[in-house]
């Protein structure tokens, strides 16, 4: 039989033309891998596709891919870069990087994601490394003596005011005392950030302070002017702990914006002019206040305000003062009633 007489025979049994039968071939054929120019506009006809059709490369087994002397094992992805790119970038099929990764044709990748090109499953991303510490900036200590301010120290240790100020965690307001120990920054070394809120300035403990002569005095001053004034025991106390507390019981020519004198009295403020705060003796009056105020009703004394006597210390102090740290008040009572004691 010949040979086209054997081809009609089979086409009869079949039912089927020729030209189908060629087609049917052809479809049994092994496909070629995707090339380069291929991969494009396979990631575009993938992005398209409803998840609810075709079971998407995230459905099949994991395909891997021998290891390639020609090309990296993984890359990490960059800004701009697409699952289709990375794989016409390095030879491969669309299809076999996003299977080997274990995503699907609508996964999302980021900078940064590693993203394997063969061999298993991807591996973790390496977490960063840890910040290193930070180094202290070198500090030498120094203890204030009567006398001394931040601005002066610093100049005397060739750094400046607000280093020193940062480095003890002080404002321009805060008030030093002798005996009190300073950070002082080295002059090479960079000043410590300032704190959002600063700590309130460290204070020598009550009980080891010796007062010198002026302090003696401006304590006699306060204690004499309460006791013209009909001041109890408790009252002239009070006015004796802030003004350790505001001064440092010390007849200050500075202070925070325009604060001046023993209890740091503003002008600003209506307590008088700079110079009548700083007279100790017409700042304490207006410290008590009550009828004998020399500011009037333009200020509010001790006297002034209401249930004063059952307050406690540092409440009795802060009503008058209205200080930024109301606490420090506190710790200076059992010293007040001391000096009252013994100089009253």
């Known amino acids: 039989m010949s040979r086209s007489r054997t081809v009609r025979l089979t086409t009869a049994r079949l039912a089927l033309p020729a030209t189908a039968l060629g087609a049917l071939a052809v479809a049994m054929l092994p496909a070629p891998p995707a090339t380069a ?19 998407s490369s995230v459905d099949r087994a994991p395909v891997i891919l021998p290891a390639h002397s020609a090309g990296p094992e993984s890359v990490v992805v960059q800004a701009g870069d697409t ?11 669309t299809t076999d990087v ?47 003596v009567a006398g001394d301010t931040i601005s002066a120290i610093a100049r005397r240790h060739g750094v400046s005011t607000q280093a020193v100020l940062d480095a003890n965690s002080l404002q321009s307001s805060s008030i030093i005392y002798p005996g009190q120990a300073i950070a002082i920054p080295s002059a090479t070394a960079p000043a410590p950030a300032a704190a959002p809120s600063p700590a309130p300035a460290p204070v020598l403990a009550a009980e080891t302070v010796t007062l010198d002569d002026e302090q003696i005095g401006n304590v006699r001053t306060i204690i004499a002017v309460g006791r013209e004034r009909g001041v109890s025991e408790r009252g002239i106390a009070i006015a004796l702990g802030t003004a350790m507390v505001e001064s440092w019981l010390r007849n200050l020519d500075w ?19 700079a110079d ?16 004998a105020d020399p500011n009037g009703s333009r200020t509010r004394g001790l006297l002034d305000i209401p249930g004063w006597e059952s307050m406690s210390f540092a409440g009795a102090a802060q009503a008058v ?8 008040y506190a710790k200076w009572e059992a010293p007040a009633y001391a000096w009252l004691a013994t100089y009253g």
């Open 98 to 144: 996003l299977a080997l990764n274990g995503l699907g044709w609508s996964s999302v990748i980021h900078p940064g994601q590693v993203i394997r090109l063969s061999g298993g499953s991807a591996p973790p991303a390496a977490p960063p490394a840890p910040a290193a510490p930070s180094a202290p900036a070198a500090t030498t200590a120094y203890t204030v």
């Open 255 to 273: 202070g925070d914006r325009d604060s001046l004198g023993l209890f740091q009295q503003r002008p600003s403020t209506g307590w008088g002019s």
């Open 276 to 291: 009548e705060v700083r007279d100790p003796v017409r700042a304490t009056a207006a410290f008590f206040g009550g009828p």
């Open 37 to 55: 120019n291929e991969a494009a506009p396979l990631a575009r006809e993938g992005a398209g596709r409803s998840s609810l059709g075709t079971a």
């Open 83 to 93: 699952i289709s790119a990375i794989a016409a970038r390095h030879g491969l099929r």
């Open 321 to 328: 003062q209205i200080s930024a740290f109301p606490d420090r």
